[in-house]
């Protein structure tokens, strides 16, 4: 069973950064998608950004030249990187991998931003 652990998510005021953190229970070496995702109250999850093994990312455009994903492999982590931070940002992240036809899901962090 894979298991996703997140961690690093807060409350920050408006403009402010956090860098969440993803652990995987496995090694992500040759985990081909990786990446976060976000919902908010009354809202749909949506993707935020995601990563492949090669390093090809991908972004919404309402983050994109604010987030910045990444992945360590030797660490089994990924992270997201989220600067100049906003209101609407406000959501449970969660972090996603999807292995072969399953897809795993971590439990989730609140991200408040707010002043």
């Known amino acids: 069973q894979v298991q996703l652990v997140e961690s690093g998510g807060g409350l920050v005021q408006p403009g402010g950064s956090l860098r969440l953190s993803c652990a995987a229970s496995?090694?992500?070496?040759?985990?081909?998608?990786m990446g976060w995702y976000r919902q908010a109250p009354g809202k749909q999850r949506e993707l935020v950004a995601a990563i492949t093994t090669g390093g090809s990312t991908n972004y919404a455009d309402s983050v994109k030249g604010r987030f910045t994903i990444s992945r360590d492999n030797a660490k089994n982590t990924q992270y997201l990187q989220m600067n100049s931070l906003k209101p609407e940002d406000t959501a449970v992240y969660y972090c996603?991998?999807?292995?072969?036809?399953?897809?795993?899901w971590g439990q989730g962090t609140q991200v408040t931003v707010s002043s």
């Open positions: 496995i090694s992500i070496f040759s985990i081909r998608s």
């Open positions: 996603h991998a999807r292995i072969g036809v399953y897809n795993y």
